[in-house]
C-alpha cells in the first residue's frame, strides 16, 4: 500500500458500509449485516477493491475497542445487582452450554488433539464464539409487543448483560490458555492481579470522574478523559498482564457507567465508533472472510455451527428457566430470546484471528449465524407471545 491509499479505502469502506447497512435496516436486519455483506463486496472475494493491510488492522482494532467501551459504558451495575440469582443462572447456563456445544462441534469435525493443544484450544474457542448474546433485535421486537418491561423481557435483558460479561471472562481464560508455555496457574494469577489492578483504578478513576462531571458538567474534557482511561486500560490489559485488550476498555466502560455523564460520554465516543471506526470494524471482518477453501464440509460445518448455536441457547437458557419455575411456553421464550448473535460474536471472532485461534474461512460461518438468528427471533418471540395481552411498562 502506498502512502495515501488508505484514504481512497477508507472512502470507499465508509460509503458502502453505510449504503449496504441502511439497506439492511430496510429489511429490518441489524445494521452490522449490511456492513459485513459491504466488505464482502468490496473485498477481495468479489471485487477487490480495498485488500487487507496493517493499517485496516489497526483501526478495526481501535473499532472493537470503541465498541467495548460502549458496551461497558451502557451497562447498568444497578439492574445486574437487582436481577438476583435467576439471571445469573441463565446467563451460567446460556455460557456453559453453547460453549460445551460449539466445542463438540468442532471436535466432531476436525478432531481436538491432546487436551492442551493447539487444535483443542481452537475447539474451545469456537464454543467460546456461540456464548456471545445480542439482544438489539429482541429488545426492538419486545417493546413492539410492550413486553420489554414484563418479568420475562427483565429476565432476557439483565441475563443477556451478565451472559456478555462472563463471556468476555472466558475469552480471557482461552486467549491466556492458548500458549503452550503458559502455566494455568499463570493465566488465573494474571486474571486476578488485573482485576485487582482494575478495581484499583476503577476507584481512583471513579472519585476523579465524578469532582470532574460536578463542576464541568457536561464538557467535553469529559469524554476525552473517558476514552484516554479506555485506551489506557486496553493497553496495559495486554501488556502487563497478558490480558485481552478488549476487556481493559469494556472493564474501562464499567468505571464510567454510574456517573451522571456516562450518557454524553458514551454519545460522544459513538460519533467517532459509527462514523468511522465501527464501519472499519464490521467491514474488515468481511474483507478478510475467503470463500477459496469453502468446501461442502466447510459448508456442513456452517450449517451445523448455526444449528447448534441457536439450540443450545434454547436448551441452556430455556431449560434453567423451566427449573426455576416458569412455565413451558415462558422458559420456551426466554431461550429464545438469547438467541440473537451480533457484535459481540463477530468482536471475539476478530480476536480470535488476530491470536491465531480462528481460520479467516470460519467467518463465514459467524456471518451466517448472525444473519438466521436476527431472522428468526423475531419471528419466533412474536409467535409465542401471540394472543397474550401487553403487560404495562
Known amino acids: 500500500m502506498d502512502k495515501i491509499s488508505f484514504f481512497r479505502d477508507l472512502a470507499v469502506i465508509i460509503v458502502t458500509a453505510k449504503l449496504f447497512g441502511l439497506f439492511a435496516q430496510k429489511l429490518k436486519a441489524p445494521q452490522v449485516v449490511g456492513e459485513i455483506v459491504a466488505g464482502l463486496i468490496i473485498g477481495p472475494s468479489v471485487l477487490g477493491w480495498v485488500g487487507q493491510s496493517d493499517f485496516l488492522s489497526m483501526m478495526a482494532e481501535i473499532g472493537v475497542v470503541l465498541l467495548m467501551f460502549g ?61 456471545a448474546t445480542s439482544v438489539g ?108 485488550d478488549i476487556t481493559g476498555a469494556y472493564v474501562a466502560g464499567l468505571i464510567l457507567c ?33 470463500f477459496d477453501g469453502f468446501t461442502t464440509e466447510l459448508l456442513l460445518f456452517s450449517v451445523g455451527f448455526v444449528l447448534v448455536a441457536l439450540l443450545t441457547k434454547i436448551i441452556g437458557c430455556g431449560g434453567i428457566a423451566r427449573i426455576l419455575g416458569y412455565k413451558g411456553r415462558d422458559a420456551l421464550k426466554v431461550g429464545v430470546g438469547m438467541m440473537t448473535r451480533g457484535e459481540v460474536a463477530l468482536i471475539v471472532s476478530q480476536k480470535g484471528l488476530s491470536e491465531g485461534l480462528l481460520d479467516s474461512k470460519y467467518f463465514a460461518s459467524v456471518i451466517l449465524l448472525i444473519i438466521v438468528s436476527s431472522v428468526t427471533t423475531p419471528i419466533l418471540l412474536k409467535l409465542l407471545f401471540n394472543g397474550e395481552k401487553a403487560e404495562a411498562a
Open 71 to 131: 458496551a461497558g459504558l451502557e451497562t447498568n451495575i444497578r439492574d445486574l445487582l437487582k436481577t438476583g440469582p435467576k439471571a445469573l443462572l441463565v446467563a451460567l447456563c446460556g455460557v456453559v452450554v453453547p460453549l460445551i456445544g460449539g466445542t463438540l462441534l468442532y471436535m466432531a469435525f476436525y478432531g481436538a488433539g491432546n487436551i492442551g493443544s493447539g487444535e483443542f484450544f481452537r475447539a474451545v474457542f469456537v464454543g467460546t464464539i456461540m456464548t
Open 258 to 290: 454510574s456517573l451522571v455523564d456516562s450518557e454524553y460520554i458514551a454519545q460522544k465516543v459513538d460519533i467517532s465508533s459509527y462514523m468511522l471506526f465501527g464501519p472499519v470494524f464490521f467491514a474488515s471482518i468481511g474483507v478478510k472472510t475467503q
Open 137 to 244: 433485535i429482541t429488545v426492538q421486537t419486545l417493546k413492539e409487543l410492550g413486553r420489554l418491561k414484563g418479568e420475562i423481557g427483565t429476565l432476557i435483558m439483565s441475563a443477556a448483560i451478565i451472559d456478555d460479561v462472563i463471556g468476555i471472562i472466558v475469552l480471557t481464560f482461552v486467549i491466556g490458555f492458548k500458549n503452550p508455555g503458559v502455566e494455568p496457574s499463570d493465566v488465573i494469577i494474571n486474571t486476578g492481579l488485573f482485576i485487582v489492578f482494575g478495581l484499583g483504578v476503577g476507584v481512583i478513576a471513579h472519585y476523579l470522574f465524578k469532582v470532574i462531571d460536578k463542576r464541568y458538567p457536561h464538557r467535553r474534557r469529559i469524554p476525552i478523559l473517558g476514552l484516554a482511561l479506555c485506551m489506557f486500560l486496553a493497553f496495559a490489559a495486554e501488556k502487563y498482564f497478558g490480558i485481552a
